[in-house]
């Protein structure tokens, strides 16, 4: 059985990296990328997340919570900002007029990535929409609970871009059980 590569052997080995002059020193040759990587990865990128384009904008937003043995069912009400970065590779929530990155794709995994980093901490990853529906996965630690948590984000049809739901789910052994429904109307 073979010795597992290291991360930088598997970069090299797959032609992410080579060797080339520093970007800070060009006397140094030091592992680089390619020169025609970043931007065709740059652009696939930023054409991904126009995708999210119909998040954009002010909304007053409604999450919808279930009743449990130790809550009664309920529906706060709030308002939402968001964005898509000047650059073109996040969809940014605004808060306070600062923008909060909150979702991108990679182009290099080719995967989506919901990057949860205020209350709640992790990242929740897909591979690519179904349909109407992007649904993230992946472990979620909220106020200090820790669970396996799907966010699935359903776009609306392209006539329609005055709403969008988004329905959050944790695994209990093999099931996927509802936490709570998030609508968003364009204020």
């Known amino acids: 059985m073979s010795e597992p590569k290291t991360l930088i052997e598997e970069l090299?080995?797959?032609?992410?990296m080579v060797m080339g002059p520093s970007r800070h020193n060009p006397a140094d040759t030091v592992g680089t990328f390619p020169s025609d990587l970043i931007p065709r990865l740059h652009a696939e990128r930023k054409a991904e997340v126009e995708k999210l384009q119909f998040m954009a904008g002010d909304w007053l937003t409604e999450n919808e919570v279930p009743a449990t043995p130790r809550n009664?069912?309920?529906v706060d009400r709030s308002n939402a900002s968001m964005k898509i970065s000047a650059a073109g590779t996040w969809i940014c929530a605004v808060r306070n007029a600062v923008e909060v990155p909150l979702i991108t794709y990679d182009p290099f995994s080719r995967q989506w990535m919901y990057v949860l980093a205020e209350g709640a901490y992790g990242i929740l990853r897909s591979k690519g929409w179904e349909g109407d529906r992007l649904a993230l996965t992946g472990l979620m630690t909220m106020?200090?609970?820790?669970?396996e948590f799907r966010h699935t984000i359903i776009?609306?049809?392209s006539?329609?871009?005055d709403e969008f739901h988004a329905v959050n789910?944790?695994?209990h052994g093999a099931e996927w059980v509802h936490v709570d429904r998030w609508r968003f109307r364009r204020a």
Do not use: C, D, L
Request: no cysteine; net charge negative; charged share 30%.
């Open 12 to 16: 090299f080995e797959n032609g992410t």
């Open 72 to 74: 009664p069912a309920y």
């Open 143 to 147: 106020i200090g609970v820790e669970r």
């Open 155 to 157: 776009r609306p049809p």
């Open 159 to 161: 006539s329609a871009n």
């Open 169 to 171: 789910e944790e695994r």
